[in-house]
């Protein structure tokens, strides 16, 4: 257990220090503009920027080796200082001594400076708490294959209250980009392809991280995942009706229905314009049309960008104030352009209201963090497990939620007492379980001499725990992502002699070009890498039964393993507690019931793709190549069977209403499982293209052998919505088929029509489907 002794409510009341006499009894908003008007512009730039502190080694953010950091904090911070970036995630530091230092910081900074006002510390937190020794959890692919909003929120409590007790007030989680193409090296930060799904589970992840007074950071604003070619950093260019009805849509509801305090640009260009200086999309979506009224930080660098990269900035300076009159309120992780704000003021080039809007959104919502009445003059005192035995039973739910069993010859569960060979560059591998922005991935892989500092058994040592170790052997075979295939004949030779080969392949998570997935690690095939594929055709060819267990941070193409091997499970970087949730699963002690969050390819020719697509997606005898999935969207088998029967559906409804929709779920198995109920539609007629499925609501729902439940859900007709000929929002009048489907594809189908006048979208409209279980 990792003690840390700090307050999780929040630092103890301001008391009296340098400058701190103020009027009694003001309103909040009229202190910050009293604490405005009494700063120099010196000061007001100083709560514009953050301070790394970082440590020579392998880059961790792009081009971080460009950035060089000579100040040190002490002077950096002398007029104070707006955000500390990552103050426990950039090496292994012992919690509980770095929370003693960051309190005397904080001290210094209340004691120290004029105007007496903490800093805002922000940390990674996507998969866990970016610091040693904290849990990690699954990866947000695996969030969505689970289906389970409940369950994120609740792992996002947790995650949210080790930060808050070690001083930590924002989070940059979680990722709400809409993924477009599996190439792109970050799908495995990002939900689903579904813009609902994402919106949904994201903004539940929001709420748990807030409900813990942690600010959550919505990334990437907006269009990233969009990249042409699946590449990072690469051109954007959606139009503005795919913008607005899929990439913006989770955003949104984060925003709108979740109350996200902050939100960071991201890196992209869309049709020729930087997110960084398009006032279009900072200002005129997120202030004015949704009422937005947070804080816009930086994503790392983004503002020295729009000089170093698109060349829209003749230099740093013009990229502030680019940046600034756009909306970026504060720039991270360090000031490398906003620090020339002063000078620009001076000589005329940027207005000084322009500062004055970002320093009053920064001092609200220190004002919110409680932070103004901060003095840190007390030591943290209360202890807290980074790594609870909460924290493990959340991070295991969620794992075996989240697996999904894609194929299975009645090969699965594996009865007891085979002799079953373990087989794989992922079997017996603690990294293979967490994705690129894990603290074992991002940080420790850069200190080979550190100790995990977590309970992280393998799936080879979790498979020996499920089926007895003297009936597991093991084998490596090959790396995975190298031309070694010198481990073939030991491979094949350990499948021969055993009744089942297990073999684990897929990715390694990093960063930069240190991985096969993750930031900065993209693709342009969709085979497995290096030669597990042929690793995999090694042990087939032994006439051995093979399950095939990916554990992967994207999907691959794998219609040949699907037709040759005896089952087939997917799990997205299921987190410290993956290898029991995948070895339970081949057990049958887990039931599975996770569903694809991502259609799987047939090629990576087929790609970009999506499930959303028009009828001209679907291919035809028109082209030669087909565009059909080897899996779709929702797709994912369990161990029982449900029937689902009597459906039911208005046969009209008005555009402005609800549709009411309900289902009789049956498990028609012999045992206990969950099922995923998934509503689709799809819009028979419309002014413009529309998908040809398109999920509308889900719920998961658990049921005993034989056991029935009537599944309710109720449908704001705005989940049906989208942007006219003229680019509004609208919900139109017409026929739309509905079905209750085990995936996209249509099953159990109903007609219904929506009634009355055309009628637009606004910020009032629901947007979440509600259920009930009767």
Known sequence: ????????????????????????????????????????????????????????????????????????????????????????????????????????????????????????????????????????????????????????????????????????????????????????????????????????????????????????????????????????????????????????????????????????????????????????????????????????????????????????????????????????????????????????????????????????????????????????????????????????????????????????????????????????????????????????????????????GLEVPTVLDAMRVEFGADLVTWARGCDVDNDDRSGFDEAAATASAAEVAVLVVGDHAGLFGRGTVGEGCDRDDLELPGVQRELVEAVLATGTPVVLVLVTGRPYALDWALARCAAVVQAFFPGEEGSGAIAGVLSGRVNPSGKLPVSLPRSAGAQPYSYLHPTLGEGSEVTNLSATPAAPFGHGLSYTTFEHAGLTVPATVSTDGALHVAVRVTNTGAVAGDDVVQLYGRDLVASVTRPVAQLLGYRRVHLEPGQSAMVELTVPTTRLAFSDRTLTRVVEPGDVELWIGTSARRDTQALTTLVGDTVPVTNASARWTTSEIR
């Open 1 to 452: 257990m990792t003690e840390v002794r700090g307050a999780v409510d929040g630092p103890a009341p301001a008391q009296a220090g340098p400058d701190h006499d103020r009027p009694d009894g003001q309103d909040g908003e009229a202190r910050v503009r009293e604490l405005l008007g009494r700063m120099t512009i010196e000061e007001k730039v100083a709560q514009l920027v953050g301070f790394w502190e970082k440590e020579d080694g392998e880059a961790v953010a792009p081009l971080q080796g460009e950035f060089g950091d000579s100040a040190r904090l002490e002077d950096f911070s002398r007029h104070g200082l707006g955000h500390l970036t990552r103050a426990y995630g950039t090496r292994p530091l012992d919690a509980a001594a770095r929370a003693s230092w960051l309190w005397k910081f904080q001290a210094d900074l209340v004691t120290g400076t004029r105007l007496g006002i903490p800093a805002i510390v922000h940390e990674e937190c996507l998969t866990g708490l970016s610091a040693w020794k904290a849990a990690t959890f699954p990866t947000p692919l695996a969030w969505g294959a689970a289906f389970d909003p409940e369950l994120v929120t609740e792992m996002a409590a947790a995650i949210g209250a080790s930060m808050r007790a070690l001083g930590i007030h924002q989070g940059l989680a979680p990722v709400l980009d809409v993924i477009r193409d599996p190439r792109w090296g970050r799908v495995d930060e990002c939900i689903s392809e579904d813009p609902y799904l994402v919106g949904t589970v994201g903004t539940s992840y929001v709420r748990g991280l807030q409900s813990q007074g942690v600010l959550a950071t919505l990334k990437h604003f907006a269009g990233y995942s969009a990249s042409r070619a699946g590449r990072n950093f690469a051109p954007v260019h959606a139009g503005p009706r795919e913008l607005a009805d899929v990439l913006l849509l989770p955003f949104e509801m984060a925003i709108l229905d979740g109350n996200a305090r902050s939100v960071m640009h991201s890196y992209a260009e869309i049709d020729g314009v930087p997110v960084a200086a398009d006032p279009a999309m900072l200002t005129g979506v997120l202030r004015d049309r949704w009422g937005f009224d947070g804080t816009v930080v930086a994503d790392y660098y983004g503002v020295a960008f729009l000089n170093l990269l698109h060349h829209v900035a003749g230099d740093h300076a013009e990229a502030a104030v680019q940046a600034l009159t756009a909306g970026v309120d504060i720039e991270l992780p360090t000031g490398d352009a906003y620090l020339t704000l002063r000078d620009s003021v001076q000589a005329g080039k940027v207005d000084e209201a322009l500062i004055d809007r970002a320093v009053l959104r920064v001092l609200r919502q220190k004002r919110e963090l409680g932070l103004l009445d901060a003095t840190f003059t007390d030591e943290p005192t209360q202890a807290v497990d980074l790594d609870s035995p909460e924290h493990r039973a959340i991070a295991r739910r969620l794992a075996e939620k989240s697996v999904v069993l894609v194929s299975n010859r009645d090969a699965l569960p594996l009865p007891a007492g085979r002799r079953v060979a373990v087989i794989g560059p992922n079997a017996d591998r603690q990294g293979a379980l967490f994705g690129c922005y894990s603290f074992l991935n991002h940080v420790l892989v850069q200190h080979p001499d550190v100790e995990t």
